[in-house]
Protein backbone atom coordinates (compact mmCIF):
# COMPACT_ATOMS: atom_id res chain seq x y z
CA UNK A 1 0.00 0.00 0.00
CA UNK A 2 1.32 3.03 -0.94
CA UNK A 3 1.29 6.62 1.10
CA UNK A 4 -1.00 9.60 -0.30
CA UNK A 5 2.20 11.54 -0.67
CA UNK A 6 3.29 9.08 -2.94
CA UNK A 7 0.20 9.07 -4.75
CA UNK A 8 0.74 12.85 -5.44
CA UNK A 9 3.56 12.05 -6.20
CA UNK A 10 3.57 9.49 -8.69
CA UNK A 11 0.43 11.92 -10.08
CA UNK A 12 2.82 14.80 -10.75
CA UNK A 13 5.21 12.64 -12.53
CA UNK A 14 2.17 11.40 -14.73
CA UNK A 15 0.97 14.66 -15.86
CA UNK A 16 4.49 15.95 -16.44
CA UNK A 17 5.40 13.00 -18.71
CA UNK A 18 2.40 13.86 -20.55
CA UNK A 19 3.13 17.18 -20.87
CA UNK A 20 0.15 18.58 -19.62
CA UNK A 21 -0.50 21.81 -17.78
CA UNK A 22 -1.99 22.22 -15.04
CA UNK A 23 -2.15 25.51 -12.54
CA UNK A 24 -1.93 23.09 -9.58
CA UNK A 25 -2.56 19.90 -8.13
CA UNK A 26 -4.41 19.66 -5.20
CA UNK A 27 -2.32 17.69 -2.43
CA UNK A 28 -4.51 18.27 0.79
CA UNK A 29 -7.91 17.06 -0.60
CA UNK A 30 -6.29 13.30 -1.92
CA UNK A 31 -9.55 11.07 -1.48
CA UNK A 32 -8.91 6.99 -0.64
CA UNK A 33 -11.96 4.73 -1.78
CA UNK A 34 -11.93 1.53 -1.82
CA UNK A 35 -13.04 -1.55 -3.57
CA UNK A 36 -14.23 0.51 -6.42
CA UNK A 37 -15.02 -1.08 -9.61
CA UNK A 38 -12.81 0.96 -12.04
CA UNK A 39 -14.50 2.01 -15.44
CA UNK A 40 -11.85 2.48 -17.11
CA UNK A 41 -8.61 0.97 -18.83
CA UNK A 42 -6.68 -2.36 -18.63
CA UNK A 43 -8.07 -2.82 -14.74
CA UNK A 44 -11.81 -2.21 -16.08
CA UNK A 45 -14.75 -3.76 -14.26
CA UNK A 46 -12.41 -5.08 -11.74
CA UNK A 47 -12.30 -3.59 -7.92
CA UNK A 48 -9.40 -2.06 -6.65
CA UNK A 49 -8.37 0.03 -3.58
CA UNK A 50 -7.57 3.71 -5.39
CA UNK A 51 -6.39 7.51 -4.38
CA UNK A 52 -8.38 10.11 -6.49
CA UNK A 53 -6.37 12.94 -7.10
CA UNK A 54 -7.25 16.34 -7.77
CA UNK A 55 -5.71 18.53 -10.14
CA UNK A 56 -7.21 22.20 -12.01
CA UNK A 57 -6.18 23.18 -15.53
CA UNK A 58 -6.96 26.90 -16.46
CA UNK A 59 -10.71 27.61 -17.31
CA UNK A 60 -12.26 31.15 -18.75
CA UNK A 61 -13.74 31.60 -16.18
CA UNK A 62 -12.36 29.69 -13.24
CA UNK A 63 -10.01 26.47 -13.38
CA UNK A 64 -11.21 23.11 -14.38
CA UNK A 65 -11.12 20.00 -11.96
CA UNK A 66 -9.35 16.47 -13.49
CA UNK A 67 -9.01 13.67 -11.37
CA UNK A 68 -6.75 11.14 -11.53
CA UNK A 69 -7.27 7.67 -10.04
CA UNK A 70 -4.05 5.86 -8.49
CA UNK A 71 -4.11 2.13 -7.77
CA UNK A 72 -3.23 2.34 -3.42
CA UNK A 73 -1.50 -1.02 -3.95
CA UNK A 74 0.93 -0.44 -6.93
CA UNK A 75 0.86 3.11 -7.12
CA UNK A 76 -0.11 2.54 -10.90
CA UNK A 77 -1.85 5.65 -12.61
CA UNK A 78 -4.88 4.24 -13.90
CA UNK A 79 -6.56 6.82 -15.53
CA UNK A 80 -7.63 10.33 -15.37
CA UNK A 81 -11.58 11.61 -15.32
CA UNK A 82 -11.87 15.16 -17.00
CA UNK A 83 -15.24 17.01 -17.70
CA UNK A 84 -15.15 15.24 -21.20
CA UNK A 85 -14.41 12.06 -20.49
CA UNK A 86 -10.87 10.18 -19.91
CA UNK A 87 -7.97 12.13 -20.80
CA UNK A 88 -6.13 8.98 -21.75
CA UNK A 89 -8.68 8.64 -24.75
CA UNK A 90 -7.20 11.60 -26.47
CA UNK A 91 -3.73 11.56 -25.64
CA UNK A 92 -2.90 7.71 -27.62
Known amino acids: MITKEQAVQNVEQYINKKNRTYVYIE ?7 EKIEVPYGKYEDQ ?3 VYVVNYDVEGYYE ?3 NFVYVDAESGEVLFTMTEHGYAE ?3 K
Open 89 to 91: DWE
Open 63 to 65: NIP
Open 47 to 49: KKD
Open 27 to 33: RERVQMK
